[in-house]
């Protein structure tokens, strides 16, 4: 007899659909509504009329429509898909060279041997950028690297996505100093910019040691046995190399130390042009990554057609994620043509005006949590959520600044949670969706109890300066 087949996680692109369809349904179950927008006169910015909503004509997403909200995505959504597939690219011409594999392999006995202190290092890294710039999706460009680095020190790519990406988050969503999300909510609740920064700082800081403390008692665990690896297949003809250092290397030489040197040069210009000139365009990102990829090959001693074919061998393994972050989109196309999403931004504010202060308080980031899904982008669910919360929250007796910190906590970190925010990083580190929830979401429930204490305290002390 044959045994069973085991049955099989659905793939991403299957969830989607689902969420899609589910999507659609939804255009017919919820009334239609909507808000007009207006200008701050204080700040100039446009943003969303509390007093302003109201029902209009039901206007239900059609079968075709369905279909049609997927290139629709994707057209909608080609700037971060073609950012993708540059970093993708440009990533594929320097690991056409080896030279990561080539230098990690030759250091890998100390690798393994400090990789504890190697999993907070690199973390800190990326939460610093996202904690006091507010750069979150520049820091794709360094997934691949970390990725290499977890490999090479005996653990799967979800640990170097995790130092990567994980650490970023959490960095933003607390942001100290991230204008994105405290610097424009504040501005719009008329709060002075960065006040609150002790409470700030002090979330920063349990948020890293959860995320970090989590990812290293995972990587502790599949370094003992790697077939717990949540990367690990069981068949044992796809078994995952997760973990593995790359066998029959060519010796780390002169000439290879050379373009490692420059590899490396390049990146800490990476970081200037970040950090100094202020390189928010993907487009300026993706340029300067393959002036460098290029320069790095050239040195190693590539001819162009092996340049050429890093290339696209490069922007055909982010291929996959570059697509799915067009079809995710495609779900929000849905919600917005059926103009539902107003309307759930209207029913929540009703709720929540009946209730006790601290637990409404609680509620607006649980909100804040599940709207993060409708609109990814920090800036932009600022605009949106911020005009009603803040009117919602003086009515209430709930401090803006506390009202501010629900927002952030509800914003920031469920970019690593949501389809409609995170597959393109999912992407540069070849880790399906499935995978990554199944690591991901006991940290969510551990961060989602202390975003409703710290909310809940926040309340209770009347958090300022109002």
Request: proline share 5%; charged share 10%.
């Amino acid at each position: 007899m044959k045994k069973a087949s085991k049955m099989k996680a659905p793939n991403a692109i299957v969830v989607i659909m689902i969420m899609i369809v589910f999507a659609a349904i939804l255009t017919y179950v919820i009334p239609a509504g909507q808000y007009a927008d207006m200008v701050d006169p204080s700040t100039g910015r446009t943003v969303t009329d509390p007093n302003s909503f109201q029902y209009v004509e039901q206007n239900g997403v059609s079968f075709f429509g369905i279909f049609e909200s997927i290139p629709k995505g994707i057209i909608e959504s080609i700037s971060v898909g073609a950012i993708v597939l540059v970093y993708g690219a440009a990533f594929g011409i320097i690991n056409s060279t080896q030279v990561f594999e080539i230098a990690l392999n030759a250091s890998v006995d100390k690798l393994r041997k400090y990789s504890l202190l190697i999993i907070p290092a690199m973390s800190l890294i990326t939460s610093l950028l996202g904690a006091f710039l507010g750069i979150s999706e520049s820091c794709f460009a360094f997934i691949p690297l970390f990725v290499l680095v977890a490999k090479t020190m005996g653990y799967d790519p979800i640990v170097g996505y995790a130092m990567c990406m994980l650490g970023n988050i959490l960095g933003f969503t607390a942001g100290p100093m991230n204008y994105w999300t405290a610097g424009i909510a504040q501005g719009i609740c008329e709060l002075p910019l960065y006040s609150g920064l002790g409470m700030r700082l002090f979330i920063y800081a349990v948020l890293m040691i959860l995320g970090v403390g989590y990812t290293i008692l995972y990587a502790r665990k599949i370094s003992k046995d790697p077939t717990r690896s949540l990367m690990y297949s069981s068949d044992a003809s796809e078994a995952s190399s997760a973990g593995s250092v790359p066998q029959n290397l060519p010796a780390f030489t002169a000439r290879k130390k050379v373009v490692l040197a420059a590899t490396v040069i390049g990146f800490l210009g990476l970081i200037y042009g970040l950090t100094v000139l202020g390189w928010w365009d993907g487009s300026q990102i993706g340029g300067y990554l393959l002036v460098v990829a290029i320069v790095v090959a050239l040195i190693d001693g590539k001819s162009l057609n092996d340049i050429a074919d890093g290339f696209v061998q490069g922007a055909h393994n982010v291929l996959m994620g570059a697509l799915m972050v067009g079809m995710a989109r495609g779900i929000l196309i849905i919600l917005e043509g059926g103009m539902v999403v107003d309307t759930i931004l209207y029913a929540a504010f009703q709720l929540l005006g009946g209730m006790p202060k601290v637990l409404a308080a609680v509620f607006i980031y649980i909100f804040q949590f599940f709207f993060n899904f409708l609109v990814p982008s920090g800036s932009g669910q600022a605009a949106v959520t911020m005009p009603l919360i803040a009117p919602l929250a003086d009515m209430l007796g709930i401090t803006r600044q506390t009202a501010v910190i629900a927002f952030q906590l509800g914003d920031g970190f469920t970019n690593c949670l949501w389809p409609t925010a995170c597959m393109a990083g999912l992407a540069m580190a070849g880790i399906p969706y499935n995978k990554w929830i199944k690591f991901f979401m006991p940290l969510v429930v551990v961060v989602a109890v202390f975003s409703c204490a710290v909310v809940a305290f926040c309340t209770i002390i009347n958090l300022g300066p109002f």
